[in-house]
Structure formats: structure tokens, C-alpha cells
């Protein structure tokens, strides 16, 4: 059973930035295209980046491109979100997640999810 674990989350000032990590295990983490999702309260979760299994592909929502960075290492098991310049549109639960495919998935539907982790954005 794949298990994800995120960290990095916190309190930042607009402008600012902080940078998400996720921690894999149980899984072959390289084999798998994994994601960063949101969720701000009464909204819906909505993807924020994905990134295929050997990082070849990529994708970004539109009120994050050019701010957010998306990465993986595959022999930490790890992958990183990198967010700059941060509104306070941005607060929300991040939570990264992961599918047992190679491809680069830009849907809701993966296997696996971390528990979450709070960032907020004071303006």
C-alpha cells in the first residue's frame, strides 16, 4: 500500500513562498504520475500541477503557471512543489497523490492520497 506524506505547509505573507514536499513509500514511486491538488473551504478540490513519472511532462492550472514549480525525485521517493509569489487566493489543504501510471494525469482520478497540509496566505 502506497502511503504519501506532505510537510512544508504553513502561514506566509502575500508575495511570499514556501515549498511542499511529499514523502512516498510502499510503492514503486517512480513508476507512478503523482499530483498536487487543493482545497480551499466550500470549494471543490481542484488539481494545481501534475508531473509524469520521469518528469518529461508536466502540467499547470492557470492561476498557478508561472508561480508554482511541480518536481519529483525518483530516488527519494520524493516530489516538491515549489510555490512563488503566493496570494491569498492560494490558502487551502494541499494534498499530494499518486496513480499507477506513467503518463501524465490531469483528472481527479489517482489511486493514492496524502493526508493533507495547510498553507495560508495572509494579505
Known amino acids: 500500500q502506497v502511503q504519501l506524506v506532505e510537510s512544508g505547509g504553513g502561514l506566509v505573507q502575500a508575495g511570499g513562498s514556501l515549498r511542499l514536499s511529499c514523502a512516498s513509500s510502499g510503492g514503486t514511486f517512480s513508476s507512478y504520475a503523482v499530483g498536487w491538488f487543493r482545497q480551499a473551504p466550500a470549494k471543490e478540490r481542484e488539481l494545481v500541477a501534475a508531473i509524469s513519472w520521469n518528469g518529461g511532462s508536466t502540467y499547470y492550472a492557470g492561476s498557478v503557471k508561472g508561480r508554482f514549480t511541480i518536481s519529483r525525485d525518483n530516488a527519494k521517493n520524493t516530489m516538491s512543489l515549489q510555490m512563488n509569489r503566493l496570494k491569498a487566493g492560494d490558502t487551502a489543504v494541499y494534498y499530494c497523490?499518486?496513480?499507477?501510471?506513467?503518463?501524465?494525469?490531469?483528472?481527479?482520478?489517482?489511486?493514492?492520497w496524502g493526508q493533507g497540509t495547510q498553507v495560508t496566505v495572509s494579505s
Open positions: 497523490a499518486a496513480k499507477n501510471t506513467r503518463v501524465l494525469v490531469q483528472t481527479a482520478h489517482y489511486d493514492y
